[in-house]
């Protein structure tokens, strides 16, 4: 089974859009797809794995300019249908694990089992500083990652609906092991 992360494709497109030249206010939906063109994903392992120009951009995904503009990118209808299809294409080869926003509501509605999964915002930032950061961060880091992160949430808000059959997990107390063992353990009981 492989994972694809819808997330990792709005960021891709915001990197690749960066990379063209004018300014963020002056994007258009036609140009971030037009940048978007040279975005591909490979499978890697578990995972899919995404390219910029045949380069891997993992570390770039989660750079601060990005983090500042994919909300705004992710909002934009084309470019949803444009993640929605790519997500679709992961799909055709069997069994997947897929996470993002609509994944549950708009691209997979039928999926067997759909997964909320929820964390306390200090929680959320201090495992996010860790993927970025490659280390434990402070207590200044976590304070200034949870307000941009609870910024980016109310900006994303109107992109975020829980599918009403969704099992929803909290894994504020839980570490990465026990949630995927939990995950693991429901996607057994709906087989």
């Known amino acids: 089974m492989h994972h694809a992360d819808s997330g990792a494709l709005y960021r891709a497109a915001t990197l690749a ?33 995404i390219r910029l120009g045949g380069n891997p951009v993992d570390a770039e995904l989660h750079s601060p300019e990005v983090t500042a503009l994919v909300s705004a990118v992710a909002k934009m209808g084309p470019v949803r249908a444009w993640v929605y299809e790519r997500m679709h294409e992961c799909a055709k080869d069997g069994p997947i694990v897929v996470d993002g926003r609509d994944m549950g ?12 999964l929820v964390a306390a915002a200090a929680v959320r930032a201090r495992r996010r500083l860790i993927q970025r950061l490659h280390r434990e961060p402070d207590a200044a880091e976590i304070a200034a990652e949870t307000v941009a992160l609870t910024q980016r949430d109310a900006k994303d808000a109107a992109q975020t609906r829980q599918a009403e059959d969704a099992v929803i997990v909290d894994t504020t107390d839980l570490t990465q092991r026990e949630q995927v063992d939990l995950i693991v353990a429901l996607a057994k009981g709906r087989r």
């Open 105 to 116: 509501t708009v691209v997979f509605p039928d999926a067997q089992l759909k997964v909320f």
């Open 17 to 49: 859009r960066t990379a063209v030249p004018g300014a963020p206010d002056e994007w258009t939906a036609d140009s971030v797809l037009r940048a978007a063109g040279r975005v591909t994903q490979a499978r890697r392992g578990t995972s899919f794995e």
